[in-house]
């Protein structure tokens, strides 16, 4: 089954508008990672947080995770077009595979 | 290279035919992964190798599935006997080690059965 379940699963959102995406889990995690997927091809990894950490920032992205509560956001700030994509979020319990929710489709309109 | 390479891009195949998906990881990483995507879901396990250990394949959907690694460097993704439901995008990654590092994915192989 699905470690990660993102929320929304869709997100229609204008450009310049920040866009939230929700991540929960089950079990325990080393780290927590968030990918983006354009077209349904190859991921690319944006961000990892690691069970220690709260919250990390790379560019417009904001990453906050809450143990307690076994959940993750990622937040885009200042969205543009060429957001527009799927995001998944992973997580990692060690030396075991990631696994991946079903993900988010964010479509940030011109 | 400089990424990891899969190859072909895109297959297409009659049902009950056999398809080899291959996956060039980047040089030097010891874990490899596979996934199956179909249209609209997330990513579903399937096998994963780590350096010389035994592959852990607790995600392969059925015997029809196998995977092997050559000299801990490409690997081989094998379906025998395709059905219609095997039709998805597999998609293989890499990383330097098992754990606690980013995954870098291919492009994935779309594979349509018909």
């Known amino acids: 089954s699905q470690q990660g379940e993102e929320d929304p699963q869709a997100l229609s959102i204008q450009e310049g508008e920040n866009a939230t995406m929700n991540c929960s889990y089950k079990?325990?995690?080393?780290?927590l990672q968030w990918y983006r997927q354009n077209s349904g091809r190859g991921l690319v990894h944006l961000i990892l947080?690691?069970?220690?950490?709260r919250e990390k920032h790379s560019g417009r992205l904001r990453v906050t995770l809450d143990t307690s509560k076994k959940s993750s956001s990622l937040l885009i700030t200042a969205s543009r077009a060429a957001d527009t994509a799927s995001y998944f979020c992973?997580?990692?319990?060690?030396?075991?595979?990631?696994?991946f929710g079903k993900g988010t489709r964010l479509s940030v309109i011109a | 290279g400089a990424g990891v390479s899969q190859s072909p891009s895109n297959k297409v195949t009659e049902k009950g035919k056999d398809v080899e998906l291959r996956c060039d990881p980047i040089?030097?990483?010891?874990?490899l992964y596979w996934y199956r995507q179909s249209l609209g879901q997330g990513l579903e396990f399937l096998i994963y190798?780590?350096?010389?250990?035994?592959?852990?394949k607790s995600g392969l959907p059925s015997d029809r599935f196998s995977a092997e690694r050559t000299g801990g460097s490409v690997s081989t993704l094998t379906i025998q006997r395709t059905q219609q439901e095997d039709s998805a995008v597999y998609l293989c990654?890499?990383?330097?080690?098992?754990?606690?590092?980013?995954?870098?994915f291919g492009s994935g192989t779309q594979l349509s059965v018909l």
């Open positions: 947080i690691r069970s220690n950490e």
């Open positions: 040089s030097g990483h010891t874990a």
């Open positions: 079990t325990s995690i080393n780290n």
């Open positions: 190798f780590q350096g010389n250990s035994a592959p852990d």
């Open positions: 990654a890499s990383r330097p080690q098992a754990g606690g590092e980013k995954l870098f």
């Open positions: 992973a997580t990692d319990s060690g030396n075991t595979p990631l696994v």
